[in-house]
């Protein structure tokens, strides 16, 4: 299985890319890639183009590890209730038939991810725009229905994504994994 981490948060110091390291150490058997959105510079449609065949190094890097995966991994903060701008423009952008291989055949897993306790809305929102791009260019792929709320992320996960021993968490997390990971294993096997 081949891991895509996609980390939503374009912010310095953020808390996505904490649990996008954590999922990553959990996949230490699994090839994983982290996309870090702190790198982000996929332009907003008044602003130009996005030209598949003349990607910058950060959409490139983003298309190869998704066409390379089994698994995606969408992590996002809750950002006013919602998913991050960064996150709608990039579904918006790449959600098109141009880039349909980066979302055929394809488990998708959400995270929520919250200073406090929060962040099941923003993977909710998720949810649906993923159905959509799914149903909309006919594709063969799935949105599993486990998602992850990671509550007061930065009391849990230190900075490099190790864990800071709260069981309820880390049994959580795991489980998280393991459910995702049984589900692209009967995915794929069809």
């Excluded at 081949?2 to 996008?20: E, F, L, Q, W």
């Excluded at 960064?86 to 038939?97: A, T």
Aim: proline share 4%; hydrophobic share 40%.
């Amino acid at each position: 299985m081949n891991i895509c981490i996609i980390s939503g948060s374009a912010r310095a110091n953020n808390n996505t890319i904490r649990v996008a390291k954590a999922l990553k150490q959990l996949h230490h058997a699994h090839p994983a890639t982290i996309i870090d959105f702190q790198q982000y510079d996929i332009p907003l449609i008044v602003h130009g183009d996005v030209n598949a065949e003349a990607l910058t190094p950060f959409q490139q890097q983003l298309c190869n590890a998704m066409i390379a995966a089994d698994i995606i991994y969408i992590i996002t903060p809750e950002y006013n209730w919602s998913t991050t701008p960064e996150i709608l423009n990039w579904l918006h952008r790449f959600g098109e038939r141009v880039f349909m291989p980066l979302f055929d055949n394809k488990v998708f897993a959400l995270v929520g991810v919250s200073t406090g306790k929060g962040g099941k809305a923003p993977a909710l929102h998720l949810t649906g725009i993923l159905h959509k791009i799914i149903s909309f260019m006919d594709l063969e792929s799935i949105v599993s229905p486990k998602l992850f709320e990671s509550h007061y992320t930065k009391d849990v996960l230190d900075e490099n994504g190790n864990l800071l021993g709260n069981t309820a968490y880390e049994k959580g997390l795991v489980n998280f994994v393991e459910y995702t990971y049984k589900i692209a294993e009967r995915w794929k096997k069809n």
